[in-house]
């Protein structure tokens, strides 16, 4: 195996490459889609109940996965040839489906607090006037903010990727490519952002988990928690980490008397998001995804 | 027995091998930068592999021993010393209650390592007592010690007079040579561009810290494309995808930056390779100024470089055992 092998194609063998002597990338797809982030999940899951001695992490990302590793107990050939079988165990299964849940994550945006720090750092902005809502909105030849926020909170979204900082989901919309979002990030990125920021950069949405830096554009915030390493939250009473790879996100909108509503329920401790189990077919998501994403808002709200 | 922080020197924190399997939330391994160091220091008081010691780059702090204890200190050369009496380095030495522990300036490398026999006593999180600032957790309130801050150390049983060989001791150069396999990402260059990487001497800049080390010197050029879907415009971008420890990325092509151990997880910038595992210590032994290449190596040469790490620390636990 080579990082050069096959440089020229791109979409229908995964790249295979050593990242030194302790990490295997594997590069599904150059592109991000909703099949090579599925792929993704599918050939982590198969690993991950393989158990192998040797593994010390498995990282799935949006279109590629990365596998951490000890050579001293695992050879990187068994590893590579462990995944190669894995990889075609998923390519070969008639149909895939990925256990899962859906989370409502309410949002309030337009919130002062994500305006007053774009407002902060228009120098790095591509649009020096304005919010970053209204960019968005204007880059994806949308009438008006509210259609934006309308679209953006309507289909649900895949967890596609955590991480970056400890917790923070990247998400991909469960809609047909001519409809996704996509808002470019920030010329240089920013050196602060509010923690619970709903961002946004190329068509990825993202939750910041704590207070930094960050390039993505900001639509609003999330009352609710998804990194609590104190484990207050109901929600963390087993992890410290919120959101895992395959989550379904719905954003739902909410004022600012919710949001202060909810933030009371976080003081007590007492915050949950609402979430439902789900199991996920991309075969039936393909054939109608409107109609799907109608079934896993009944799901989520059905008690 | 504590130890209380009377000055906190430079980004102190208290790590200790690290914290294995939550990469894929985005939690990295954190623990010492340079193991190497941590581990001969913690061999040399006695302690288990797996004691927390307490890192600090460039400055030393001061600390003050509430019982007697023994304590080593190794990486970077700093002048140690104790109720203002020189200490050797590489080398165990007692304390008595009360006695102030105190450095000096850096004469090379970057970052010390302080082992009190028994360790630092800090709450183990996921499994480690290393500091992971970015995330808020670990270590001591999950940030680098202050001023005031008291750390308990745990039941020792190391003694005074434990010596590193000179020869096992790291080399701390000013002009460095990482083996890098190169791969990832790297077809993304230009041959231009990748010649630019390896025959290029980078210099490490300021931006050096837990979570990554950057240089300057160069540029690298990218292959012209389409960018696909998801993967931002620049050039340099991908589709936000996982990083390796190690691994070297070159956002816009200016600055490689090298991932350490408190790496972000993951990002959209094209990774052109890794540094291998056993010169991740040498990148932590690296101060602004420090004059660096990458040496391209095959994995099965990055796998004889970390058995000759390996070989290394045996002869390590043979000198002190």
Known sequence: MSSSTDASSTSTASRYSWGGDEHLVVQVSEEMSLEANFSVMAVTDVLRQRHLDGVMDICPANASFLIRFDPDVLAPADLEAAVRAAEAEVAHAPSLTLETRVVEVPVWYADPYTTETGARFRDRHQRPEGTDLEFAAAENALSSVQEFIDRHSGAPWITSMVGFVAGLPFMFQMVPRERQLEVPKYLRPRTDTPPLTVGHGGCFACIYSVRGAGGYQMFGVTPGPIFDPAQMQPDFADFMVFFRPGDIVKFRPIDETEYRRIRDEVSAGRFRFRQRPFRFSLDEFHADPDAYNRTVLEVLNGD | ?321
């Open chain 2, 1 to 321: 027995m504590a130890i209380e922080i009377v000055a906190p020197g430079l980004g102190c924190t208290v790590q200790d091998q690290g914290r294995l399997g939550h990469y894929d939330v985005g939690i990295p391994p954190s623990g010492a930068l340079d193991l190497f160091s941590a581990l001969a220091a913690n061999l040399l008081v006695g302690n288990d592999d797996g004691a927390a010691v307490l890192e600090a780059a460039y400055m030393g702090p001061q600390l003050r021993f509430t019982a007697p204890a023994v304590v080593a200190v190794t990486g970077a050369t700093m002048p140690v010393t104790v109720g203002g009496q020189a200490r050797p380095q590489w080398e165990s030495f007692d304390v008595a209650a009360g006695d102030l522990l105190e450095f000096g300036f850096l004469q090379q490398g970057a970052r010390i390592y302080i082992a009190v026999a028994g360790g630092i006593d800090v709450p183990a999180v996921l499994g480690s007592r290393s500091t992971y600032a970015l995330g808020g957790f670990g270590g001591f309130a999950g940030r680098p010690v202050q001023a005031g801050d008291v750390l308990e150390v745990g039941e020792g049983t190391g003694r005074a007079g434990l010596r590193v060989p000179g020869h096992l001791r790291p080399a701390l150069e000013r002009e460095q040579e990482l083996r890098t396999v190169l791969g990832l990402y790297d077809y993304r260059l230009t041959d231009r561009g990748l010649a630019a990487l390896l025959e290029t001497t980078w210099t490490l800049t300021p931006v050096a810290d837990r979570i990554g080390f950057r240089y300057s010197g160069g540029e690298l050029e990218w292959r012209p494309r389409d960018q696909p879907f998801g993967a931002g415009s620049d050039p340099s971008n991908i589709v936000d995808a996982g990083y390796p420890l190690g691994s070297i990325q070159v956002p816009g092509g200016v600055e490689p930056i090298i991932l350490h151990r408190d790496a972000v997880s993951g990002g959209g910038y094209a990774m052109v390779g890794t540094v291998v595992s056993a010169d991740l210590d040498t990148v932590a032994q690296s101060s602004p100024g420090t004059r660096t290449r990458f040496r391209p190596v095959s994995l099965a040469e990055a796998l004889e470089a970390r058995a000759d790490r390996r070989r290394r620390v045996e002869e390590l636990r043979a000198a002190l055992g």
